[in-house]
Structure formats: C-alpha cells, structure tokens
C-alpha cells in the first residue's frame, strides 16, 4: 500500500469511530444484518431521471451510503451495470457482432466503476476497483485473494468488466463474484420497488412478492436475475434482495435486513433476512 493510501484510510478511521458511536446511540436501531455484501447497481439506476449517462446526484446518494455502510464494518462489495451507456445485448446486428457488443458493453461498467469509485472516496472511504478485463491504468486486475483482502482492511471493492467473458450479463457477474468472495447477500438495485406479479406500471393493481423461492422465481419466469445468476444463488445458498435505489436509505436499510422489496432465497434465509 503506498503513501496516499496509507493517508486516506488514516483519515477514515475517525469517521469510523463516529459512525459506530452514532450506531451505538440510536435507540431501536437494528445492527447490521450481514457483515459482507455484494451489492449490485444497474446502469438504468445509475442514468436516474435522465436515462442516459449518470446522474450526479444518484452517484452521490449511493457513495453516501455504501460508505456509511463501511465506515460501520460491512464489508461491500459492489458490481455496476453499463446499461446507461450500452447494452450489448441490445445492440447486436448491422455489423456489430455480438461478442464484441458485449465487450463493448464492458467497457461501460468499468467507466461507471470509476465514476462510483470516485463518489465513495469523497467520503472518506478507501475503494479499489477490480476489472475483469486488465486495464492496469485505471483498475487492479480482479485477483480473488486479493479482493477478499480489500474487503478485510475496510476497503469498498468494485468488480468492473462483468465476467470478463461476452454472453454472460452483470447480474451473472455480481452472482459469481459473490459466491467467490463468500458473500452474505447480494443486494439487487433498481429502478422498481421490487418483484411484482405483473407490471406495476402497466397493472395499478400489481401486487409485490415480500418472498419469494428461487424455484417459484425460475416457474414464474420472473424478471429477478437471468437464470444462471439466480442458479448460482441458489447452489450457493446466497439470498437476493430486490429494492428500489430511488428510495433515500434504502441500502442501508436493506443492510440492516429491515423490509424492503423482495427477498428471493431459501425460506429459512429470507425469514431471517427480510424481517
């Protein structure tokens, strides 16, 4: 670790203090429900109200709570979507195939990456970001060990470039990286309040899942994860909460394990989870 590092976690350790006495405090605040997560932020939430690029204002709300939620002592881990400037998936044809749309596609998270990166450290938390593609310039390359080493000495880690491989989407990325760091949880961000039985845009009478089983995810073709995200959840035993990012507080309080939107897992996981 080199000097600025050294002075920037230096820095952070009062804060630390004041937010755990903060913590400590407030009466009938529940503690933290996990103690390391994946959190997982699409580009569409990212873009906010403008739907495309990235919104200021949301880049700062997040980076204001992730690192309230480090400077207490949960480790997180977060992947971002580059849905705000690409969408590989959507832009395969007219001579643009669709592995290179993908690493197309990339590229754009690693620029939101940094965007995030930036955010959280101005509030005086230490981030790395780690790519799956080696852009040694800008990003560590993504090393297991060594994230895992981030996320113990209170470091924010952000897991840039998706998998690394086309035809694999971030929510895919965000399962694997989870399940390979030993995450708790992956905490799904979005623009919804969570899984509902139809859409609540079209349908005023939506109802919204508060549980729901990887199974009946899978039955249902629920727009949750793709399938091999939330298979990989599911033989990892590793709960998805889906909620809303618009909501001020929101990941905190989904952190705290307090009720907000859907909890897909086992039952046991997510009665413990989404109380």
Known sequence: MDREDEEQEERARPRASAAAAKENEEDGYERWRWRRVMLKVSG??????????????VVKAIASEVAEAALSGVEVAVV???????????KEGNGLDRASAD??????????????QAAIESNGVPTRVMSALEIKEVAEPYIRRRAIRHLE???????????GNPFFTTDTGAALRAAEINAQAVLKATKVD??????PKKNADAKLYKTLTY???????????????????EENDIPVVVFNIARDGNIV?????????TCVGSADKCS???E
């Open 44 to 57: 569409e939430a990212l873009a906010g109200e403008e739907g495309f690029g990235i919104s200021p204002n």
């Open 80 to 90: 971002v979507g580059g849905g705000n400037f690409f969408r590989g998936a959507e």
């Open 103 to 116: 690493y197309m596609g990339m590229l754009a998270t690693v620029m939101n990456s940094l965007n995030l």
């Open 153 to 163: 000495k209170g470091r924010v880690v952000i897991f840039g470039a998706g998998t």
């Open 194 to 199: 969570g899984v509902f039985d139809s859409d």
């Open 215 to 233: 199974e009946t995810v899978r039955r249902l073709g629920l727009g949750v994860m793709d399938q091999t995200a939330i298979t990989l959840c």
């Open 253 to 261: 309080n989904a952190l705290r394990g307090r009720s907000v939107g």
């Open 272 to 274: 413990d989870a989404c």
